[in-house]
């Protein structure tokens, strides 16, 4: 048994357009993604969510906008919640993660039950595309780890929002050197 997943990295309000630490584009990845998932058959769609309770030195009055950020995704506040124009009626299951850390890996992630690396491997999955916000911090971490895990992986760059062009630049070497497929141009505003 073989199957493909889509893993959508961290569609929130807190980083789209408005949010606590708003990415350039991320309110049109959200919609893009939702007309890519009306469009594709995957096996299976997951979502991780960064979902901070106390991550530390994560948050800070005065952040570098690189290790660390101003306060978003508070658990349970409405900058925590997904997108409006994210569609999740496709998501089977959403992996949180960062509550007591930077939490930037899907990987991370859990149910609350089981994470996200046990629940792929379960349902036979060995091939996903990762997509979502932003390309620079948690769809970097979430692609490298998945390759890492041995799953052949794909990031679908048209449906990444990223902050800042250095940062994107230095991930995409980090993505390609890891043996991960790239496809289409990120978004990057900044
Ligand atoms: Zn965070």
Known sequence: MTAKALIIVDVQNDFCEGGALAVGGGAGVAAAISEH?????????VA????HVDPGG??????????????HCVA????????????????????SKGQYSD???????????????????ERGVTEVDVVGIATDHCV??????????????????????????????????DLANAGITLLGTPVVRT
């Open 37 to 45: 998932v009306a469009s594709t058959s995957y096996d299976h769609v």
């Open 48 to 51: 991780t969510r960064d979902y």
């Open 58 to 71: 994560h948050f800070s009055d005065e952040p570098d906008f690189v290790r660390s950020w101003p306060r």
């Open 76 to 95: 349970g506040t409405a900058g925590a919640a997904f997108h409006p124009d994210l569609d999740v009626v496709p998501v089977e299951a959403v992996f």
């Open 103 to 121: 939490g930037y890996s899907g990987f991370d992630g859990s149910t609350g039950e089981e994470s996200l690396h046990d629940w792929l491997t």
């Open 140 to 173: 970097r971490a979430t692609a490298l780890d998945a390759a890492e895990r041995g799953l052949r992986t794909d990031v679908r760059l048209d449906l990444t929002a990223g902050v800042a062009r250095r940062t994107v630049d230095t991930a995409l070497d």
